[in-house]
Nanobody
Framework: HVQLVESGGGSVQTGGSLRLSCAPS????????MAWFRQPPGKEREAVAA???????AYTDSVKGRFSISKDNAGSTLYLQMNDLRPEDTAMYYC????????????????????WGQGTQVTVS
């Protein structure tokens, strides 16, 4: 039984920072491709950042230089450090885990990921 639980969301002012955490049960983040997606109000879900088993990372263009995805050494937690937040970053943020290694498809594809969290809300104003 796999569960992914996100935390760390909240309301911040423009230019502020937040760190999101994803604490899975039933899997180690070191053994899966992990990703953060977000869904702004009234829009489709979009990929934000991902980190592969070998620590290769990928980011969507709009967050490069501002966001950083990482995992702890024990493999128990996935993080998304978000700096210089903007109103356009307002969204529900979801943690995702995939059993593959981005082979045969883009890192940002929803179908690359097998497990999803419930989401944590980030609001920037």
């Amino acid at each position: 039984h796999v569960q992914l639980v996100e935390s760390g969301g909240g309301s911040v002012q423009t230019g502020g920072s937040l760190r999101l955490s994803c604490a899975p049960s039933g899997l180690s983040v070191s053994d899966f491709s992990m990703a953060w997606f977000r869904q702004p109000p009234g829009k489709e879900r979009e990929a934000v950042a991902a980190i592969r088993r070998d620590d290769l990372t990928a980011y969507t263009d709009s967050v490069k230089g501002r966001f950083s995805i990482s995992k702890d050494n024990a493999g128990s937690t996935l993080y998304l450090q978000m700096n210089d937040l903007r109103p356009e970053d307002t969204a529900m943020y979801y943690c995702a885990a995939g059993e593959g290694g981005w082979f045969g498809g883009p890192w940002s594809g929803v179908n690359q990921y097998d497990y999803w969290g419930q989401g944590t809300q980030v609001t920037v104003s």
